[in-house]
């Protein structure tokens, strides 16, 4: 035990002194000013379960789960389902509750480098408190709370873990085991429900974990208050001075990840109680300290520092290795877009993660080659050849944009993106086996799809006409520009991709990629056949440029950036189009304005107390990943000058923010790469 302790301080020694404190700590965003009319939590996640934090003490705002969708409630689509919430808790201190009117000092503070959400505060003048929870990183499925009292004055503790059920879940049954056994006494809290259709059981169960030897432990009492909430609860008596901690663990599960969650969900809390506290934290630890090997490092900007630690900390834990799950563009921050998969995902997302952590990147690949067949029917059914992927994706992969909302059938750039980023999952892996058996039929049936889509009208118009563009507000266009540059993009590298494996090629692709259109009018590549100097929702055009090097001369980048960077109006546009013109003008050498329009993609979009990332500036729905991805590639493709490319990652030259005094980026791509721009 005394090893396995000392494991575990060191690690929290790593976690603490691993970066010096400065003005804004690199690793910890705290808050003192907690005001429920003005908070938006932050998000404790492990790529499965996610945790979304409350401004009041010993609450949790939601428990979102990976993977758990069911129809109901706006749209007739699936939904996010929220899960039972098994960290929320009562304490009583000489038979007062606890609450945010009775308690000072209160601050809550998201440590990113152990992925732990703490919360402290003194009540009258008995005790000091703290609270801390983990998801889990190396148990997909559960979740880990340490409470901490030091009383001020001999006191009374009464803690009860409340387990309550969202509104929406149906057929609530609560059960209530005790497990004793010579060496240990479990008290298992669980309850177990129907999703709104019915089609999926959700279940969660709880256990606390004492710090007193066995047979010293409280004693444990259930109590059923009504049919969507039961408690477990015990007592103890606290002498002032005498710092006591007591843990609660608990899982969520679904049939939707299992095949029996009411018992699973028990038996993975019944394995955590048994590891015990400090085995779980010392692994979870661990996994983070793995993670956090791929880094960014800037010195000189204390405060861009820790926001795009926060931003590489979201998109790890809304994501994890060794499954075929996807994040939408909220993550695990809450039901935002009811947690389908878009483009989102391929283009803002997944190219920060392919080049920081290509295990995680594979799973996100994987998410869409499980789907393939269902691409297929969905080409089918509109007439076409090959893999049509849908607009908005969920469990199925079926179509799962609302019916009113016409980007679902036509926004069709997304079959493109998933292609695009097989095709770079190969490039920086360069694993040909896989590229054989996953990347090679993705990319064959969507240029297929793309072959069959275009119409020809002649060399040079094969047009593919009538598509919602990557600009939304331009709706059921003719030759969008990243439309047919994504199309372009997926035929030749699907052609190459042939060419690696031995596999003779569909002539065809090449073809019909050489006679796509790309408009340009008045030196300007133009959006869409009929655009007219419209203002943009997002980027479109300068995407030509970046990813898609369609668009190589600097002279032709530099004045599409000008031309559409006026055309973006100052609200109501999406967070990751600003991190492009960020990119290409570090790229372009313009050094200020590069720094200009990074500060313009996230800084207005912020939200108290812990900065979390909106939508669109003044926006109220955190945490927006998309945003957090395009802002990242900024970074790590603009200011530090990486590259994609058929040998994999490589440096060309970066460009820093003035004020910058240097930019490290480690462990990189499968070979765990360092790169340095001073």
Not at 62 to 78: I, M, W
Not at 161 to 173: E, I, Y
Not at 436 to 458: C, Q, Y
Not at 482 to 498: E, H, I, R, Y
């Amino acid at each position: 035990m005394k090893k396995l302790l000392h494991a575990v301080t060191a690690l929290l020694l790593f976690a603490t002194n691993s970066q010096p404190l400065a003005a804004q700590d690199p690793w910890k965003i705290s808050a003192n000013n907690i005001q429920a009319s003005n908070y938006y939590g932050i998000t404790a996640a492990n790529g499965m379960i996610g945790i979304v934090s409350a401004p009041e003490p010993f609450k949790v705002k939601d428990v979102v789960l990976a993977g758990a969708y069911d129809t109901y409630g706006r749209g007739r689509v699936s939904n996010f389902i929220p899960s039972f919430n098994l960290l929320n808790m009562r304490v009583e201190i000489d038979g007062r509750s606890i609450d945010a009117s009775n308690i000072s000092n209160f601050t809550q503070e998201l440590n990113m480098q152990q992925a732990a959400f703490t919360g402290r505060f003194d009540h009258a003048d008995k005790a000091s408190i703290s609270y801390t929870y983990y998801a889990l990183r190396h148990l997909p499925y559960t979740v880990l709370m340490d409470v901490t009292i030091t009383p001020k004055k001999d006191i009374q503790l009464d803690a009860a873990s409340v387990m309550a059920a969202p509104d929406l879940l149906k057929n609530v049954q609560n059960y209530y085991n005790e497990i004793d056994r010579p060496h240990v006494v479990i008290s298992l809290l669980t309850s177990s429900a129907q999703s709104p259709t019915g089609k999926m059981q959700m279940c969660a169960s709880n256990s606390f974990i004492f710090s007193e030897a066995h047979g010293h432990e409280p004693r444990v009492i259930h109590e059923m208050w009504d049919n969507n909430m039961h408690l477990m609860k015990f007592s103890k008596t606290l002498k002032a001075g005498e710092t006591y901690r007591f843990s609660i663990t608990g899982s969520s599960i679904t049939s939707a990840h299992h095949d029996d969650p009411l018992n699973e969900a028990e038996r993975l809390t019944i394995f955590a109680k048994l590891e015990g506290r400090d085995r779980l934290l010392q692994r979870h630890l661990q996994a983070w300290q793995e993670l956090w090997k791929s880094d960014i490092q800037i010195e000189g900007d204390a405060q861009s520092q820790q926001d795009i630690h926060s931003m590489l900390y979201h998109l790890y834990s809304f994501t994890r290795e060794g499954t075929a799950l996807s994040p939408s563009p909220m993550g695990l921050s809450g039901l935002g877009y009811n947690g389908h998969v878009f483009w989102d995902t391929e283009l803002w997302m997944y190219p920060a993660l392919l080049v920081m952590q290509p295990a995680i990147a594979k799973s996100m690949v994987e998410y869409r080659f499980k789907r393939l067949e269902t691409a297929k029917r969905n080409a089918f059914s509109k007439g076409y050849k090959g893999a049509m992927f849908p607009w908005e994706s969920a469990e199925t992969g079926v179509e799962e944009t609302p019916v009113w909302a016409l980007s679902g059938p036509f926004e069709q750039h997304i079959t493109a993106c998933v292609a695009i980023a097989a095709w770079n999952y190969y490039r920086v892996t360069q694993d040909k086996q896989w590229l054989l058996e996953k990347g090679w039929p993705i990319l064959k049936e969507t240029a297929d799809f793309w072959a069959s889509r275009v119409e020809r009208n002649g060399p040079g118009h094969y047009d593919i006409n009538n598509v919602v563009a990557a600009d939304e507000w331009a709706e059921n266009v003719n030759n969008n520009a990243f439309t047919n540059a994504a199309a372009k993009a997926n035929l030749q590298f699907a052609t190459q991709a042939a060419a690696l494996l031995g596999i003779p090629a569909n002539s065809d692709w090449a073809h019909v990629a050489s006679n796509i259109p790309i408009l340009r009018e008045n030196g300007i590549t133009k959006e869409h056949e009929a655009y007219k100097g419209e203002g943009i929702k997002q980027a479109d055009v300068n995407l030509l440029a970046y990813p898609l090097k369609e668009v190589t001369d600097p002279k032709q980048i530099k004045a599409d950036l000008d031309y559409y960077s006026a055309r973006v109006p100052n609200e109501g546009t999406p967070a990751m189009t600003q991190a492009v013109f960020t990119l290409l003008h570090a790229r372009l050498g313009n050094a200020d304005k590069a720094w200009y329009w990074f500060k313009d993609a996230y800084l207005p979009n912020l939200n108290p107390p812990f900065r979390v990332i909106a939508e669109t500036k003044g926006g109220t729905n955190p945490y927006f990943a998309t945003g957090a991805g395009g802002i990242l590639q900024s970074v790590l493709m603009g200011f530090g000058g990486l590259e994609i490319t058929d040998n994999g990652i490589v440096q060309q030259k970066g460009l820093l923010p003035s004020h910058w005094k240097s930019l490290t980026i480690t462990g990189v791509g499968p070979n765990k790469q360092t790169f340095v721009v001073k």
